[in-house]
């Protein structure tokens, strides 16, 4: 498919110049473009942030609500039109601080969903405020002695809660990060993918210099089902490794476990249920 089908007319980007959530975009329209998943097929949800506007900078559908609130509806949106290809995008701040109980447990539920975290180590939209993942010393307008606080390790509690796919790339490796955010997308159950990216006005520290000296590769030694050694890389913190870490292949997704389905396979969506009867439902559950 031509990746031009999910190109927006007339829009106005808010990210500054130079901002990895360009690279990000780019790289998550090939990857659909080469996924051949049509637009309309597509929902995008996400919450608030700088990289929570990236719904809306390619043609599909989207879902735009509260902050920290991606992985709700974007679960709610898959377990009722199973049919579509779910992606929630946002920023570290949005799915590891204010969503960050929801990432646990949409983990442990295992919606058939990619959830794509654009993780810069800072608050970007709102002008630099630490984030989970902002590395201790970092100095901003409001930890001026500098972050003092244990950072945020998404890969090893996802792998802990025995994600289905997880994953961290770089976007300063484009090609990469395309080639990694497909697996995901391709992958049947939840798949994180962690992307390291710079703000390059409100991070002066995570530079793409840095994010370059301070990322490798795994290696072909790495074995992404052996969740033990998936959980050991996830812990390296001075050099960042990046590939697909931890993928889960046999493990039965949130719309395969639900009741709803065991005996009808009909979309949620498309299914007809009579006003009366969610009244007399509604009625049951009020005191
Ligand atoms: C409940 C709530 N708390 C705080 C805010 C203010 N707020 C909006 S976006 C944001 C952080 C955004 O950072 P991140 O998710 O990392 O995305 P970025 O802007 O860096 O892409 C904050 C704290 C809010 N809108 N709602």
């Not at 997704?253 to 009244?279: L, Q």
Request: net charge neutral; glycine share 8%; aromatic share 8%.
């Amino acid at each position: 498919m031509d990746v031009s089908r999910f190109d927006m007319s007339g829009i106005e980007i808010a990210w500054c110049p130079g901002c990895g959530d360009f690279g990000i975009l780019s790289s998550l329209k090939k990857s659909l473009a080469e996924l051949d998943i049509a637009p309309e097929k597509l929902v995008m949800v996400s919450g608030i942030g700088q990289a929570a506007k990236m719904p809306h900078y390619l043609k599909c559908n989207v879902f735009n609500g509260l902050h920290g609130r991606a992985l709700p509806p974007a679960t709610a949106i898959k377990a009722v039109n199973p049919g579509l290809t779910v992606i929630a995008a946002s920023g570290d701040g949005d799915m590891y601080g204010e969503g960050g109980n929801h990432f646990m447990n949409t983990v442990r539920r295992n919606p058939d969903i990619t959830n794509i975290v654009h993780n810069n180590m800072i608050y970007g939209l709102t002008k630099g405020q630490a984030s989970p993942t902002s590395r201790p010393g970092l100095v901003t307008p409001i930890q001026p002695g500098g972050v003092v606080n244990e950072p945020f390790n998404p890969l090893a509690v996802a792998i802990s809660l025995d994600a289905s796919f997880v994953a961290r790339a770089f976007i300063g490796d484009a090609e990469e990060t395309k080639d990694i955010i497909k697996q995901a997308i391709s992958h049947k159950g939840y798949a994180l993918v962690d992307i390291l990216q710079p703000c390059v006005s409100f991070n002066k520290s995570n530079t793409y210099k840095w994010f370059k000296d301070n990322t490798v590769y795994l290696d072909d030694s790495h074995d992404p089902e052996n969740k033990i050694m998936a959980l050991e890389k996830a812990l390296e913190v001075d050099k960042l490794p990046l590939g697909v870490f931890y993928t889960k292949k046999s493990k039965a997704t949130f719309e395969e476990n639900i009741t709803i389905y065991k005996n009808d396979s009909t979309p949620v969506s498309k299914r007809t249920r009579s006003k009366e009867s969610i009244r007399k439902l509604i009625a049951s559950q009020t005191a």
